[in-house]
């Protein structure tokens, strides 16, 4: 029963107009698949080009190490800060 057209009144069964034209994408499969095969040669020439893509475990390595290396970077100013601080009060303003 869900196979069934909706039929309407005013539906004589006719065709207006073939959409069934040359060049679209339903009418000739070789299309498909000349298209799959000119996505898969554009992949192919990315990989060439940019290499490789990143796991996700490498992508996490990647991400924590360079915000360990910001950490240290801003813990070692933080530290030169604070001995400039420190030598200012204590030995040059005395």
């Given at each position: ?6 039929r ?63 950490l ?23």
């Amino acid at each position: 029963m869900k196979d069934q057209k909706k039929r309407y009144d005013d539906d004589d069964g006719k065709t207006i107009v073939n959409m069934d034209v040359d060049g679209a994408p339903w009418h000739d499969r070789n299309v498909k698949f000349a298209e799959r095969q000119a996505r898969e040669s554009d992949r192919k020439q990315k990989v060439e080009m940019y290499g490789e893509r990143m796991t996700n475990s490498e992508a996490r390595h990647y991400t924590f190490y360079a915000l360990l290396a910001g950490l240290a970077l801003t813990a070692a100013l933080a530290v030169v800060w604070i001995v400039l601080v420190l030598f200012m009060t204590q030995v040059w303003f005395k």
